[in-house]
């Protein structure tokens, strides 16, 4: 069964941020959300040439590709990009790891693990701004976060993405 696409405007942004890709070749800028209740992610902008999926994907289906207990590879992360751009995978494991979802693996240094999976469930729904039941969500990020990640990041400092030319 497919999943159905979520859409742009039933997602309440609560977060922009920035990070490393895995080689460190490029900067990612990447949005968390909430679609309802349910924490969402996807990856926005890459300041290098390699192509991605932009869709939202809820957590929960990420979280639940993440073998427990061993080493794994981006390629866990198959289903949740089925048919799309390779990229997709490597560079949501360099958010996911700075988030601290996962973190190298000591044994394995091509693999990762798991790591702070309900710290980062508790960031996303605890930056969510204050909405009453009648306020419709907004697909901008909120007012009160910087677009900049300011998380320590594991191979290089965190900068901006540069804006694009017009």
Not at 18 to 32: A, R
Not at 68 to 89: H, I
């Amino acid at each position: 069964m497919a999943s159905a696409v979520i859409a742009d405007a039933d997602v309440c942004i609560v977060s922009a941020l920035s990070c490393s890709s895995v080689s460190g070749k490029s900067k990612l800028t990447y949005h968390l959300g909430l679609h309802g209740t349910e924490p969402v992610i996807r990856i926005h902008g890459n300041t290098g040439p390699g192509f991605f999926n932009d869709e939202w994907i809820p957590v929960s289906k990420v979280i639940d590709s993440l073998p427990k207990g061993e080493p794994f590879t981006s390629f866990a992360l198959r289903s949740v990009f089925k048919g799309r751009s390779m990229n997709s995978r490597a560079f949501l494991m360099a958010v996911l790891s700075n988030e601290g979802v996962v973190r190298r693996s000591p044994e394995k240094p091509r693999c990762w693990e798991r790591a702070d999976i309900d710290g980062f469930l508790a960031r996303v729904q605890g930056e969510a701004p204050g909405t009453s039941p009648s306020k419709a969500p907004s697909n901008k990020p909120s007012a009160h976060k910087s677009t900049v990640n300011k998380r320590p990041a594991t191979k290089a400092p965190l900068r901006s993405v540069p804006k694009s030319k017009k």
